[in-house]
């Protein structure tokens, strides 16, 4: 999986549920999913953070990813990239990725973590970078 995607595989679960924040407009919309682990995983919980995009990981509660550094979380079965437009959807098995961009500079995505990063949403901690995760 990683070889394939040249990410990290931050976290594998089941979903569950969904803690909203906002009940805004779409695109305004701030939520939280709770997984539980699976596999290698299993005793172990996650949370991502979601403001229209995946932006923070915990995995028991320890911090693991941040944006600007890419989030995704793929469907276990297919491998498909699931939206955050409801199709994380409670007891579907899912796989969490994290994956930086490798040809960007570290300056550029220090610089980028300011307009993304976890201050910009008002969290008091700074971007991660994957290799000191």
Known sequence: ????????????GV???TEWHSNEPYMFRIFT???AGAGRFAGEAARVWVKNE?????RSDRLVATSPDLIAILDAETLKPLSTRGDVTPGRRVIVLRRCLPSIPRGIR???????G???FGFDFDYVPMDKA
């Open 118 to 120: 976890p201050r910009h």
């Open 15 to 17: 979903a569950g549920d």
């Open 33 to 35: 999913y709770h997984i």
């Open 110 to 116: 220090r610089r980028a973590s300011a307009m993304i």
């Open 1 to 12: 999986m990683e070889r394939l995607t040249r990410g990290r595989v931050l976290f594998e």
């Open 54 to 58: 995946h932006h923070i990981v915990w």
